[in-house]
């Protein structure tokens, strides 16, 4: 089946800094990739995702990459707040969204002001 | 668009106990999803239904764990004569899956079980 590694699990940044997170995933029959967003006691948010037919998504100050060849795709968050202290998780599904989705093990972000 | 409602938000129960968890879509999204998530880890997927239908589960819902969605809206999740091993976060997400497109998953804010 497939698996997704996430890094780095921990991550401190300054306020202002840009933050990336990279993960990995293992089947090439993957082609949705949705990064979500978990504040204490809450569910997972989703604050961007990315379908394999394109490389790049912007939202504002965050944005995805993805490189279809070495299976990998990173979030970018720019110009950081302390609001984006969180656990962001990074997921794959094959079948686009409406399929299981496999999540990599989260990366703690704190954003120190 | 109330977003994803789970009941109960917490639920603490002696091991071997029944536990009967809820969860309520946004309206009209056609799948319903379960996921399990335990401290300092992502989300594992357990099981899904599109409307009513159950289509997919994972081998991690042990043949104590049953999941029904009767009439196509909200869902529950049970869980048979419970064990430490099930004190996780249980998160319910739902989505709307269709010919033309398919919508992201939206998660609720899960049911914490704590086993006794």
């Known amino acids: 089946g497939e698996n997704v590694e996430q890094h780095p699990s921990t991550l401190s940044v300054q306020e202002g800094d840009s933050a990336v997170i990279k993960c990995t995933y293992s089947?090439?029959?993957?082609?949705?990739f949705p990064w979500y967003k978990q504040e204490l006691g809450k569910g997972p948010q989703l604050i961007i995702d990315?379908?394999?037919?394109?490389g790049e998504k912007k939202d504002q100050r965050i944005a995805v990459t993805l490189n279809k060849t070495a299976k990998h795709f990173s979030l970018h968050i720019t110009e950081t707040q302390p609001e984006d202290s969180a656990v962001y998780f990074c997921?794959?599904?094959?079948?686009?969204?409406?399929?299981?989705?496999?999540f990599g093990g989260g990366t703690r972000l704190m954003v120190k002001p | 668009d109330t977003g994803v409602s789970q009941d109960p938000r917490h639920k603490i129960t002696k091991r071997g106990q029944n536990v009967t968890f809820r969860c309520d879509p946004i309206?009209?999204?056609?799948?319903l999803y379960w996921y399990r998530q335990t401290l300092g880890q992502g989300p594992e997927f357990l099981t899904y239904?599109?409307?009513?239908?159950?289509?997919?589960k994972s081998r991690l819902l042990s043949d104590r764990f049953s999941a029904e969605r009767p009439k196509g809206s909200f869902s529950t999740l049970e869980i048979q004569r419970t064990e430490q091993g099930d004190s996780a976060m249980y998160l319910c997400?739902?989505?709307?899956?269709?010919?033309?497109?398919?919508?992201?998953?939206?998660f609720g804010d899960g049911t914490r079980l704590s086993i006794l």
């Open positions: 239904f599109q409307n009513e239908a159950q289509l997919e």
């Open positions: 089947d090439s029959a993957s082609n949705y």
């Open positions: 309206s009209e999204h056609n799948r």
């Open positions: 997400a739902s989505s709307s899956v269709g010919s033309l497109s398919n919508q992201p998953q939206h």
């Open positions: 997921a794959a599904s094959k079948g686009n969204a409406g399929n299981m989705l496999t």
């Open positions: 990315i379908r394999s037919n394109v």
